[in-house]
Each structure stands twice: as structure tokens, then as C-alpha cells.
């Protein structure tokens, strides 16, 4: 028997499903969900002989072509060559801004963070950044951000091409509507409902009364994510492709 | 070979801008101790764009008056626990940059310009606690287009860790471009290498690209396995035990001072 689907692989289902249309795609540093979804979306791209697309993954040297240093991805989205890219947060508020900083008063944060990272900046010129934070909780999604590393919207005359495009949790999807400004529910996912993300959830989203669950792959998607894309996983994030694979065989129950 | 490191770490001056790189691309961690022992403090580090162990061993250590930086942590082993604290005490200067923002400071002084326009930022809280950046209406513009100026960054010493320079001087970089803006906008320039070559590096077609001139480079000392517990790339990879070691002594002062008093002042065989 092939071993049931995890949360892990709807996950990173969900990612690829929402960069198709993408050419390139970039992936930051410690982001082993977002690579897989993107690796998956080059794989089946593949598989159907579409258009190639192109992936760049921080901290990889195979699937990586930047030879300018670290500040070739940044020069790379500013010239638009950039389609998509992942930011996380830990605060993300209703209308898309996000805090990689800290809580309380800055400068003397009471919970410290790394720091905004390129947020500042791609968050404004990249179009489709997907927001994907796993811990679904109050304290992440919270009315209002302490820090904002980075805005969800601008006014209008500031140059912007991009911005966020979806959020992706561990509980559910959302999309970004950008006039609203806001999110709305887009999927649950198996094993979670829509009280649940209420309940967790410290801002207003707007939802269908009954939403749709969050779809779980099609067996050639699941073979590609089992075989080839944890092959290519592996390089970058050994641990996570080693811990996914025994995850897979602990699954696969004996027939 | 110590006597280089401790020689090197002896120029450095309280006051000084030292530039230190992000955990990837070489970082001179050989000089971190040489570094804490000769002591000058009230340095301003920035971090290229990001920093980690180094980073958070020297705001341990208390020589560290302010930090440039988009981001300060230990990757997989954590948040920076010494970093952390004295963000809490209010002990260090923070200035909050995002990543671009720290490379176009070096691109302006790298150009000799006094400063470079940026996209992004407007709207952010990192811009407004910056106040060494300025919004100006972009002149080329037919209607208004509000622009970020990040003013030149002048680091005073840069200090990385690269595979191999040559007996002229010459150091490879290979893809690791940030190396060489970071030198082009520093005053001096410190190296540690795993060896030193005997033919020059610009001899050849294949090296050369990617080569840091000796014109760039002050002092190089040999420093085998220098970025560990960090990796270096094409060498060898991150000892991420190590990190984790340092992350769980390093949560209380006393641990941190216990670690860096400890046997791992060298890199394991």
C-alpha cells in the first residue's frame, strides 16, 4: 500500500499549485517546503514537456545559478526576473504586513527575531510572494503587526510591482486581495475547519460559509514529490528529504 | 601561523566600521578569538548582509557598540542568544537594514559615489528608524516617484575567510562577489585562507574571474579549516553539532563565557 498523504505533502502541493505560471521562481535560505513546492512545479512542468521553469534556491550549488554573490537575487528581482518568492513572518497582520523583527517596542524588542532579511525590499517587487508560515496560531496572525519589516500594501504613487499573493498555513490557504485590502479562505485543509481557524486567527478574513477542503494530489503528482523532487531535495536540505522519506515508508503499510 | 591572526587582530582600533560576511560565504572565524584577546571595543559591525556566530561571540564579548544588519542568527542551530540579549538590554546600537540596502551601501562606496537610490522600503518600519536615509522625488520622473538613498557604506577593515590566495597577494573569491564590494569600500582588508599557491592567480584565464586583487587586499594569513564551525564553500561543510553546542552554552552569559574559555578553540580534526 502506498503511504497515505501527509499534511506535509498537501503543503507542498498547495505551493506548486500556486506558482504554475511562474518562469522563476526563488526560494530562500532554511525554507525546505517552499523548495520542494517549487522543485515539484519544474518536475511536472517537465513531465507535460510545458514551458521550463527555472528555480533558484538559496543555499544550494546545483539548483542555483547566481554567480554574483549574495547580491545577485535582489538585482535579479529588481530587473523583474523574479516571478515569484517566500516570505514567513512571525507576525503577519489582516492586510498583508509582516514583522520578521520582533515583539514589543523596537529597538528593545521584548522576543527578538533575525531581521527582516530582504523583505523590505522584495515584498515591493516580486509579484506573487507567497506568505507561508506553518504555525497556525493568534500570536503569528495578529490584528496588527508590532514591526513592519515589510507592507502588504502601499500608497498609491510608491513604485510597487509585487506583493503578497497568498498565505499558506498549516491549517488552511488564503488569498490576498490587494483592494481591499485583505485575505479570504481559500481551502481547509484535511483534518481542520473553518471554527478552528477562526479560532486561531487574530484578524478578520473573509470565508464561503461552507469552504472547500484543501485538495490532496493526483497519484503522478505524489509519485514526482516521492521520487525526483526529494532526490533534488536532498542536496540542499538533506534532514528534511531524509526525514520525509521515512515518514513515506513508515506509511506504507504492508499489503 | 597564530602570531599572523593575533598580528592582524592588533590593528583593529575601538571605534572601528568592521564589515563581516553572511555565514556562507566565508566567514573568517580563526579571527574571532585573536579578535576578543587583543580587546578593542565600541566597534560597528556590519553584517554583509546578515550575521551569525562571529557576530554574536563578539556582542558576547561586549566589544560591539552597534550592529548593521538585516538579520542576526545561528541558521539551523537558532536565534543568536548573545545578539538577543543585548537587543533586550538595550546594550548594542541596532540599525535595521534589509539585505539590497546593506549591498547598495557597498555598490556607492565600491563607485566612490556618495550614496544609491533604491526601490522597496517605503512604508517600512526599517526605513523609519533609519535615519541615515532619505525619500527624495526621483528627478527623472514626469510625476512624483518617491526614492530610497542609502548612503555609502565605509567599513574601516573587511575580515573574510577564502579558500586560497596566491604568494602576490591575489585572493580567490569565485562566485562569492560580495567579498570583493566589500573590500572595494573598505579601507583595509584582512584574509584567512586555507593555503597559499605558488603561481599567481591571474595567470590563468579560469581563476582570474574570480580573483580579488592584491590592490584590495592588506594582510593574509593562513588559517586551515578558518570558517569552522562554519563551511566553506567547495571545501567543506557547516558543523552544524558545533553550532548547536555554542547555542545551548551561549542562552546564559555565564555559558558563553564558559564556551569560549573552552577546548573547542580549535576546529576538530
Redesign the interface.
Known amino acids: 500500500m502506498t503511504a497515505p498523504v501527509s499534511p506535509r505533502e498537501i503543503l507542498i502541493c498547495s505551493i506548486a499549485k500556486l506558482l504554475d505560471g511562474s518562469r522563476h521562481v526563488a526560494v530562500g535560505?532554511?525554507s525546505p517546503i517552499p523548495a520542494a513546492g517549487a522543485m515539484l512545479l519544474r518536475a511536472l512542468k517537465d513531465e507535460r514537456r510545458a514551458e521550463k521553469v527555472r528555480v533558484s534556491i538559496l543555499?544550494s550549488?546545483e539548483h542555483n545559478f547566481?554567480?554574483?554573490?549574495?547580491?545577485?537575487l535582489?538585482?535579479c528581482a529588481?530587473q523583474g526576473r523574479i516571478d515569484a518568492f517566500f516570505l514567513g513572518g512571525g507576525q503577519i497582520d489582516g492586510v498583508g504586513n509582516i514583522n520578521?523583527?520582533?515583539v514589543g517596542d523596537?529597538?528593545?524588542?521584548?522576543v527578538?527575531?533575525?531581521?527582516?532579511?530582504?523583505?523590505?525590499?522584495?515584498?515591493?517587487?516580486v509579484p506573487r510572494v507567497i506568505l507561508f508560515r506553518e504555525e497556525h496560531t493568534p500570536r503569528v496572525f495578529v490584528d496588527r503587526v508590532d514591526?513592519?519589516?515589510?507592507?502588504g500594501i502601499?500608497?498609491p504613487?510608491?513604485?510597487r510591482t509585487g506583493g503578497p499573493y497568498a498565505l499558506l498555513t498549516g491549517k488552511g490557504l488564503f488569498r490576498f486581495d490587494r483592494d481591499r485590502p485583505g485575505f479570504s479562505l481559500e481551502s481547509v485543509h484535511p483534518g481542520h475547519s473553518l471554527p478552528e481557524i477562526k479560532e486561531a486567527t487574530g484578524f478578520d478574513f473573509t470565508h464561503d460559509d461552507d469552504p472547500s477542503i484543501t485538495p490532496t494530489p493526483d497519484a503522478v503528482t505524489l509519485k514526482l514529490l516521492r521520487g525526483r523532487v526529494l532526490d533534488e531535495l536532498h542536496e540542499t536540505y538533506p534532514d528534511f528529504a531524509a526525514q520525509m522519506r521515512r515518514e513515506i515508508s513508515a506509511g506504507a503499510t504492508p499489503a | 601561523m597564530h602570531t599572523d591572526l593575533e598580528a592582524l587582530a592588533r590593528q583593529i582600533e575601538p571605534g572601528m566600521r568592521i564589515a563581516l560576511p553572511v555565514d556562507y560565504a566565508g566567514v573568517s572565524m580563526a579571527m574571532t578569538r585573536p579578535i576578543i584577546r587583543h580587546g578593542a571595543g565600541d566597534l560597528d559591525l556590519i553584517c554583509v548582509p546578515t550575521g551569525g556566530l562571529q557576530v554574536d561571540m563578539l556582542v558576547g564579548a561586549g566589544l560591539v557598540r552597534s550592529v548593521e544588519t538585516s538579520a542576526v542568527s545561528l541558521g539551523e542551530a537558532g536565534g543568536a542568544p548573545r545578539f538577543n540579549q543585548a537587543v533586550k538590554d538595550g546594550a548594542i546600537g541596532l540599525r535595521d537594514a534589509t539585505c539590497p540596502a546593506i549591498h547598495a551601501g557597498l555598490m556607492a562606496a565600491q563607485k566612490g559615489s556618495p550614496f544609491t537610490a533604491m526601490r522597496g522600503l517605503i512604508g517600512t518600519d526599517v526605513l523609519k528608524n533609519r535615519e541615515d536615509w532619505r525619500i527624495i522625488d526621483n528627478p527623472f520622473a514626469e510625476s512624483g516617484d518617491p526614492i530610497v538613498l542609502i548612503p555609502a557604506i565605509h567599513p574601516d577593515i573587511t575580515i573574510f575567510h577564502a579558500p586560497m590566495a596566491d604568494r602576490f597577494g591575489n585572493v580567490w573569491i569565485g562566485r562569492r562577489r560580495e567579498l570583493a564590494a566589500m573590500a572595494y569600500a573598505s579601507k583595509m582588508t584582512f584574509v584567512t585562507v586555507e593555503r597559499i599557491v605558488d603561481e599567481s592567480l591571474l595567470a590563468s584565464e579560469t581563476l582570474a574571474a574570480g580573483t580579488l586583487p592584491a590592490l584590495y587586499v592588506s594582510e593574509i594569513a593562513v588559517a586551515p579549516r578558518g570558517a569552522w564551525p562554519y563551511g566553506l564553500w567547495g571545501e567543506y561543510s557547516t558543523d552544524t553539532v558545533e553550532l548547536l553546542r555554542y547555542a545551548k552554552a551561549a542562552r546564559t552569559a555565564e555559558g558563553f563565557a564558559a564556551y569560549m574559555s573552552g577546548a573547542a578553540a580549535e576546529p576538530a580534526k
Open positions: 535560505a532554511s543555499g550549488v547566481f554567480t554574483n554573490g549574495s547580491a545577485e535582489f538585482d529588481g520578521l523583527v520582533g523596537y529597538p528593545q524588542s521584548s527578538r527575531w533575525p531581521g527582516s532579511f530582504g523583505s523590505a525590499y522584495l515584498y515591493f517587487v514591526f513592519i519589516s515589510a507592507p502601499s500608497e504613487g510608491v513604485y
